[in-house]
């Protein structure tokens, strides 16, 4: 008999240490793991991609893609186990054995999921990581791409920019997210006035179901790829892969970053920002940063608007609708820097861009912190008095920031229940609410949590209401918890209505249909219609059923 190839005999080493690790004595999940061995496509061995809390690369595995130091210290729940699979048949064989055991199974792909939910649980459970899954594959000619979700954004761009200079995609700002959790929760960007988010630019997808079937458009059908553009991750299935449609960007683009305090007439242009950002030329993304800066005045503090812009065209074509459509701002030649739309997404991270581009391709952010968001919409302008009041209230708190994202151009004319995304026409722009800080500890994060959501609550009069709507990517567990118990419709009705307004209904009734044992969960996922909710829709509204609700809701509410 030949020598053993290394690649067999590290296949073999590596079968060994799990065997000695999991068969070991009061070992917990062992029978999990033997599933998973056992299920393994020889072809294609499992054992590599299993992780138990006894392998030496258990830790860096986790930490490596946790992006909220919130979610990264001693008491921070941790999973049994870890598979990171290379090939599809492992995802397969991770649902199959999970689902035959009953266990809890936690899917990321690139870890910015600000509450953790993708990598953390309160009950025992294990991880799917699917960051060895990033292929991108071309299809130049049909201007499509096949993109698996473990990939990041800044490895899409770079990898689009190496086949055309003229082609990019409509998704986040921040390099590092991963494309599987993005665009399952909507995939929104600066290019989203010009060509909608990333979900309404998705012509196919691969999933694996709960029944550990690999499914495209075709065979999953119109209503399971109608939920997984946008339904939110961890739900309907796993997501393997998206099929993209290209977009056309020009060589050069134009980008500007402009700030303006209080004492330099911020309040005007903010209150004009309103006005024309929604509505400008689609071609023009303009995000209004706003936080509280020293003030001139030694020991005084004062507000700081900053305009950042990408367009789609070059810079003199940029100041002259800038000088007609908002002059308030100023904008000059020498604020802009023409460059290409690769460069362009490395200035919206901040990263100078002048360094090489192959920056894109670190799978890891350039600082990590630990952080709080939340999110609203805002349908109606605000009054400068109103802006006024947001002022002081800002400098009262000092360190809670909001982002302002314009709505309008295409995302006015794409249906609100085209996908499960419903914030289109009617929205002037989207607030995240951001809070940051470096020092750890439960009372200093309470703090900066507390601040944030007292920004949140004096902004109540300005925004959407019923419901107050928040956005599904920017992850928010103030909104309500799924324990997915009796009232687990109900519970996922308290966040659910606010993510997904009137699609949350038709969400329910397909996570009800594939997933009807609800598998697939996390503590903000759909819920599936319970026995008492199907009675309900059977028999109306009986005093029975509306006494169940009342009590429900009023349970919920008391939960809060």
């Not at 009041?389 to 794409?414: C, D, H, Q, S, T």
Request: glycine share 8%; hydrophobic share 40%; with cysteine.
């Amino acid at each position: 008999m030949g020598l053993l190839s290394s690649r067999t005999l590290f296949s073999i080493v590596s079968l060994l240490c799990l065997l000695c690790s999991y068969f070991a004595p009061n070992s917990a999940h062992n029978t999990f793991v033997h599933c998973l061995l056992n299920h393994s496509e020889p072809s294609y061995p499992i054992s590599a991609a299993i992780f138990s809390q006894n392998s030496s690369s258990f830790s860096s595995v986790l930490q490596a893609y946790i992006r909220n130091l919130r979610f990264n210290t001693s008491t921070t729940p941790k999973p049994f186990l870890i598979v990171t699979p290379f090939h599809v048949s492992h995802v397969q064989t991770a649902v199959v054995c999970a689902k035959r055991h009953n266990l809890l199974m936690k899917i990321r792909s690139g870890g910015h999921d600000y509450e953790g939910v993708s990598y953390v649980a309160s009950h025992p459970f294990f991880l799917l990581d699917m960051f060895n899954l990033r292929s991108i594959d071309f299809d130049m000619e049909s201007e499509v791409a096949w993109v698996q979700a473990g990939a990041t954004l800044g490895e899409v761009y770079y990898r689009i920019a190496e086949k055309s200079k003229t082609h990019g995609f409509p998704a986040g700002v921040c390099p590092t997210v991963g494309v599987g959790g993005h665009i399952s929760g909507g995939g929104y960007g600066n290019l989203m006035r010009k060509y909608g988010t990333a979900v309404d630019n998705v012509v196919d997808a691969q999933i694996v179901d709960a029944q550990g079937r690999l499914l495209n458009r075709r065979s999953m059908g119109e209503d399971l790829f109608w939920a997984v553009r946008g339904g939110g991750g961890g739900s309907f299935g796993v997501i393997i892969a998206y099929k993209i449609k290209l977009v056309r960007v020009p060589e050069k683009v134009t980008v500007f970053k402009v700030g303006k305090t209080l004492e330099q007439n911020a309040t005007n242009i903010v209150y004009n920002w309103q006005h024309v950002a929604p509505t400008i030329d689609n071609n023009l993304f303009i995000r209004l940063i706003l936080e509280v800066v020293n003030g001139t005045e030694v020991g005084t503090k004062t507000v700081r608007a900053t305009f950042i812009a990408l367009f789609l065209g070059d810079s003199k074509s940029l100041v002259s609708l800038m000088k007609d459509k908002f002059p308030e701002l100023g904008l000059k030649q020498s604020d802009c820097i023409e460059t290409s739309w690769l460069q362009s997404v490395m200035f919206w991270d901040n990263i100078d861009i002048a360094t090489p581009v192959e920056i894109l391709l670190e799978r890891q952010p350039q600082s990590l912190k630990y952080l709080k968001r939340k999110s609203d919409y805002v349908k109606k302008p605000i009054s400068k008095e109103g802006w006024e009041g947001i002022w002081k209230k800002m400098i009262e708190l000092e360190k809670a920031v909001m982002f302002l994202n314009p709505y309008g151009g295409r995302m006015g004319e794409i249906p609100s229940t085209e996908t499960p995304l419903p914030h289109r026409a009617g929205n002037l722009w989207k607030i995240q609410y951001q809070g940051n800080w470096y020092e750890a500890g439960e009372e200093v994060a309470q703090y900066h949590i507390n601040l944030l959501r007292e920004l949140y609550k004096y902004m109540t009069p300005f925004v959407s209401q019923n419901p107050r709507q928040a956005f599904m990517c920017y992850k928010d567990l103030d909104l309500g918890i799924n324990h997915h118990g009796f009232l687990g419709y109900f519970e996922g009705s308290a966040y659910g209505v606010q993510y997904f307004n009137d699609n949350f209904k038709r969400l329910v009734e397909i996570k009800s249909k594939v997933d009807p044992t609800n598998f697939f969960r996390t503590e903000q996922s759909i819920p599936v219609l319970t026995l008492v909710e199907f009675g309900k829709l059977i028999t109306g509204k009986s005093v029975l059923s509306v006494l169940f609700g009342l009590f429900a809701i009023h349970w919920i509410r008391n939960l809060k």
